[in-house]
């Protein structure tokens, strides 16, 4: 499903990514840790065609995503404020997302119905602009759009971020059910060790740009992460 | 100790900001031009002052100068009202230190005081007071007649921001401050009494009996406690900003354009952008002021009016709606950009909407100008040919030039003297917005046929709308190109 070849990114002479070969495979939920400054959101943002790489491709659907945009259509992304539209209200921001997508009016209501239990009565019907929305309801909304149009991949970039427990719990339930029925492929990087071992199939540790460890969750994967960060 | 902090934090917020590095350039032309406008009223007060018994050769030089200075501050008054802030969300990241609240409230207010409006006032009186008040009155009088009319000034300020402030909670104190300031005004007009001269006898009296020019000293006291009491009851994050806002929530939802598919989205967004944001909102209530432009020049017959000028008039009418919303295109988008770019609209898509929106932008407000021509027929003409030239020429040159945008713009702020996220590339395109239609029209003027001037200039506007596709592809190379460059600028948002 993406694969990854000879990637690097350096900013002002500094190499900040550098990976040789990375291959997902559908229906995975692939996970990836690392401290601050290991590479993940560019990764990310590489994987998504949002910065230029200095050399090597990311093939989704063995397109590159540099020079086509058909891999767009497939894949859903929430990375950070700047996938939101801060002067719309919930329901028009899915509204245009939605469209954008290609889903009719009652698609994109009865996909709200579906989200209303992930909102827990906080987004929908509030009458708010989404900049004047709490950070972890404005991340709600952003998880929410990701998953709009039936993609095949989805981006998160540390989802559980600002989220109230319970909405971690479900945004956990939400992505084991999601891989399972429609075989979504999701690329997840968290700092929370645990939801990641708990959610993700296989684990990818970065350390200054470079695959440090690759892992397929097992039942000591949580003790192992631990271990290596332990300082 | 304290204020010396908030100063040099201030300093530091002001030449740490990106925006300050990335348009250095920029910055040093403005400092430059300041520099310049202001050495400039700083001589002509110089000798104005020097000389003015000269100039009103009456027999009261001293006051008639002070009717000038009765018009100054109403001038003063309506200039502040519309561009006077407080800046007071600058003291948010300090409000739940161990701070006191009252050096808060001071350094609010007196950072208020240091604007350039009051220091235009130095400027004025300062010269005045020595050339004239010293030779008439003596040194010392001179003196505090000018900390007198500097201490008028500073009340004007204070009693401005309190108006400002008052505004967002309690309108009726406003409606009556106003209407107060009204029936005066309106009381001059009608001649039941005169404002400047009894502005003028005030100040007089004042320098003939030294003690009373300890008034406006007082009065400052007293709007700068109003403002400090004012504010201590209302320093809340949520009395602060717009937070706690919830108006305007529903303006710009236009069914109408769901039935035109990813387009009429993106078209809709826009209208949304435009109403629900401080900057582009302040951009639209001038624009009935853009309007009538027309009024000064059309009806005024000093101007020739098949002059080059009216060309001018008529482009910046129909057009500078389209341009200030195309001009910033992308940028205007920079806060979601990255959604752009993922979500798999298609540039093209976007260029279309941008094209679509601005067309129409561009044809009312020509419609808009149409009850010139009770002015002459002329006008109808001339503002027809400059309609076709925004339509084919000035559309496509902007949104090209747009994508060389590559700072988000701060859609909070206000648009009055606010530079942020403006380049040199915006000042650059504004060169062939004025210069290029003129090239068009003037030499047929000047062959003895203005008529055919007017009519290339309309033909230039058609060629340009048959090669729209060619336009677009250009724009929609540079922007493909760019794009990476546009995405990393637009991250960096303060």
Redesign the interface.
């Known amino acids: 499903m993406i694969q990854v070849k000879n990637l690097t990114k350096s900013y002002n002479g500094t190499e900040v990514l550098n990976i040789n070969s990375l291959q997902i495979s559908k229906g995975t939920c692939f996970g990836l840790v690392g401290n601050n400054g290991a590479g993940k959101t560019t990764l990310f943002r590489l994987t998504?065609?949002?910065?230029?790489s200095n050399s090597g491709t990311v093939e989704i659907d063995n397109s590159i995503v540099s020079e086509t945009?058909n891999w767009?259509?497939i894949?859903g992304?929430f990375?950070?404020?700047?996938?939101?539209?801060?002067?719309?209200?919930p329901e028009?921001f899915f509204e245009?997302?939605g469209?954008?997508?290609g889903m009719s009016r009652d698609d994109i209501q009865l996909f709200i119905k579906e989200m209303e239990d992930f909102f827990n009565g906080e987004v929908i019907g509030k009458?708010?602009?989404l900049r004047?929305m709490s950070m972890g309801n404005q991340q709600k909304i952003g998880i929410a759009a990701a998953l709009m149009g039936n993609p095949e991949i989805v981006v998160l970039d540390e989802p559980f971020n600002s989220l109230d427990p319970s909405t971690q719990i479900r945004l956990k339930n939400l992505i084991k059910q999601k891989q399972v029925d429609q075989k979504i492929t999701f690329l997840i990087s968290s700092h929370d060790l645990s939801h990641i071992t708990e959610i993700c199939d296989r684990i990818v540790i970065l350390h200054e740009g470079k695959i440090a460890h690759d892992i397929l969750t097992g039942e000591d994967t949580l003790t192992a992460l631990e271990q290596y960060f332990a300082v | 100790m304290l204020i010396q902090s908030f100063i040099s934090h201030q300093w530091k917020q002001a030449v740490r900001s990106p925006i300050w590095h990335k348009s250095l350039a920029m910055n040093i032309f403005m400092f430059f031009i300041f520099s310049i406008l202001f050495a400039e009223v700083m001589l002509a007060s110089f000798f104005v002052a020097k000389g003015w018994h000269e100039i009103v050769p009456g027999t009261e030089p001293l006051f008639a100068f002070y009717k000038v200075i009765a018009y100054y501050f109403s001038a003063m008054f309506v200039i502040r009202f519309l561009m006077q802030q407080l800046p007071v969300l600058e003291v948010r990241p300090y409000m739940h230190l161990s701070v006191k609240k009252r050096n808060l409230l001071h350094f609010i207010l007196g950072k208020g005081s240091l604007n350039f409006f009051n220091l235009i006032s130095i400027i004025f009186f300062t010269p005045f007071a020595f050339f004239q008040i010293a030779y008439y009155h003596g040194n010392l009088i001179a003196l505090a007649w000018l900390i007198s009319m500097i201490s008028i000034d500073l009340s004007l300020n204070y009693l401005i921001i309190y108006i400002k402030k008052q505004m967002v909670n309690n309108l009726t104190i406003v409606t009556i401050m106003i209407s107060i300031i009204g029936l005066f005004a309106l009381g001059d007009y009608m001649h039941w009494y005169s404002y400047s001269e009894t502005f003028a006898n005030f100040i007089e009296f004042m320098v003939k009996t030294p003690a009373f020019l300890g008034l406006p000293l007082l009065l400052t006291v007293v709007t700068y406690w109003m403002n400090f009491k004012f504010l201590s009851m209302n320093l809340y994050l949520e009395d602060l900003s717009s937070?706690t806002?919830?108006t305007d929530?529903h303006i710009g939802?236009v069914a109408y354009l769901k039935n035109f598919?990813?387009i009429g989205?993106l078209i809709?967004?826009d209208i949304?952008?435009y109403l629900?944001?401080k900057r582009t909102k302040s951009m639209l209530y001038l624009s009935p002021l853009f309007l009538a432009y027309g009024l000064m020049f059309y009806t005024n017959d000093q101007y020739d009016h098949e002059g080059g000028m009216m060309i001018f008039v008529g482009v910046f009418m129909t057009g500078i709606l389209m341009v200030n919303y195309l001009q910033y295109a992308f940028a205007y988008e920079g806060?979601?950009?990255?959604?752009l770019?993922?979500?798999?609209?298609?540039f093209k898509d976007f260029i279309r909407a941008k094209f679509i929106a601005a067309s129409i932008l561009v044809s009312v407000s020509y419609m808009l100008t149409i009850p010139y021509f009770l002015y002459g027929t002329e006008f109808l003409l001339i503002n027809t040919a400059c309609f076709l030239f925004n339509l084919g020429i000035v559309i496509p040159t902007a949104l090209y030039f747009a994508t060389f945008n590559k700072k988000a713009l701060n859609?909070k702020q206000g648009s009055a003297f606010n530079y942020q996220g403006i380049g040199a590339s915006h000042w650059l395109f504004l060169l062939p917005f004025f210069i290029g239609p003129l090239i068009i029209y003037l030499p047929f003027k000047w062959f003895g046929n203005a008529e055919l001037g007017l009519i290339a200039l309309g033909l230039t506007g058609i060629l340009g709308l048959t090669f729209r596709q060619v336009f677009a592809r250009a724009i929609l190379k540079n922007a493909t190109e760019r794009k990476?460059i546009m995405?990393?600028g637009?991250?960096e948002r303060g």
């Open positions: 998504l065609d949002l910065i230029r945009d767009k259509h894949t992304s990375l950070d404020q700047g996938f939101l539209i801060d002067f719309l209200s028009e245009f997302t469209k954008v997508k009458k708010k602009l004047t | 937070y806002k919830k929530n939802n598919g990813i989205e809709g967004i949304k952008l629900r944001n806060t979601y950009f990255d959604l770019l993922t979500s798999g609209i298609n859609l990476y995405a990393v637009f991250r």
